[in-house]
């Protein structure tokens, strides 16, 4: 592979707070550089359609502070298929690119792997998901946002539970991961916290449930991730607890995709920053298939395959103040 001259940019899967500032950085990168450097819209899909357009630093001016991501994102179904990655690689090519940077979650970074291994294009990602969930970073895009956003809510349900002594079922995000579960439950004081990587059994539940109640508590608050394993959605859930436990009235809230929206915190917006220097610094370096996040506070890089296949891990110790929290 020759220099690297021309450099596209693409937001790929659910969107998250951040992104718009990783384009910014990307963009910037190149300019300071002086590379070329092209947006790439609707993901994938727009790799596919060839819809392009050339950013230069000001293209990006007043977007960190904004959610959402200005090139828009999508799940390329057509992007999974042999056929679809020639078609983007035709269009890749036309366009004179000679790297491609991705902002997404795990699925994105497979069909960026995919991208490289058939049609060795140079390749770099970024973790933009709120759910955290991506090996090689201890922090992915969005993620910080959307806890504080989630807590600002829990707060808010807490007024009118204890006002009513009420028990509140929160589900947020977190279809594989209980990341944003457990810390914001930790941060909102939830009484319990159901997450996919633990499973706390419906009677423990409802046997917890009643502890805190004779201990005096005016309200209670279990937050679920929507991918727990009680094999119950969280209205069942709700439901459940109401036919075994009469002293509460059981309310559920459904935090949904106001989660994923919303101006990126300071920690957002500095991460996009980092992570963007890095994926074009990689690219000019001969860098591929590697992924770039924060590991100890220090930008590192890993290949994209381990950013897939493996996880991080839930911290036991934060399980253990749970529990402790919410005597
Ligand atoms: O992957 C991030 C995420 O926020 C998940 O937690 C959630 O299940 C999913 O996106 C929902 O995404 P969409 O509504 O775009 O399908």
Redesign the pocket.
């Known amino acids: 592979m020759g220099k690297i001259k021309k450099i596209g940019v693409l937001t790929s899967?659910?969107d998250a707070p951040g992104m718009n500032a990783a384009i910014r950085s990307v963009v910037r990168t190149c300019s300071y550089y002086n590379v070329e450097c092209i947006g790439v819209y609707q993901g994938y899909q727009g790799l596919i359609e060839g819809q392009f357009e050339k950013l230069n630093a000001r293209s990006v001016s007043n977007i960190i502070s904004r959610g959402g991501t200005i090139l828009k994102s999508a799940?390329s179904l057509e992007f999974k298929t042999i056929e679809g990655r020639k078609k983007a690689f035709d269009n890749f090519k036309e366009e004179g690119l000679d790297g491609l940077i991705v902002v997404g979650?795990d699925g994105s970074f497979t069909g960026a792997m995919l991208f490289q291994k058939e049609h060795g294009v140079p390749v770099i990602g970024i973790p933009g998901?709120?759910?955290n969930d991506i090996f090689g970073s201890d922090l992915t895009l969005g993620y910080d946002t959307a806890m504080n956003t989630v807590v600002d809510a829990i707060d808010k349900i807490r007024d009118t539970a204890s006002s009513h002594n009420r028990l509140f079922f929160i589900e947020v995000?977190?279809?594989d991961a209980g990341f944003i579960a457990l810390n914001t439950g930790i941060a909102g004081g939830a009484e319990e916290i159901l997450i996919p990587e633990e499973n706390l059994g419906l009677d423990r539940l409802v046997e917890s449930l009643k502890v805190s109640s004779r201990s005096g508590k005016s309200s209670s608050i279990v937050v679920v991730a929507?991918?727990e394993k009680s094999g119950k959605n969280v209205f069942e859930l709700a439901e459940y607890v109401e036919d075994n436990f009469e002293e509460y009235e059981v309310k559920v809230s459904v935090l949904g995709?106001m989660?994923?929206g919303g101006s990126p915190t300071v920690v957002d917006r500095v991460l996009a920053s980092r992570l963007g220097v890095a994926a074009v610094e990689g690219l000019l370096d001969g860098q591929s298939n590697v992924m770039v996040g924060v590991i100890n506070n220090k930008v590192k890089r890993t290949p994209l395959e381990r950013a897939i296949k493996e996880h991080n891990e839930i911290d036991s110790e934060l399980l253990r103040v749970a529990d402790i929290m919410s005597v």
């Open positions: 899967g659910g799940r979650g998901t709120i759910d995000m977190g279809r929507e991918g995709h989660q994923r």
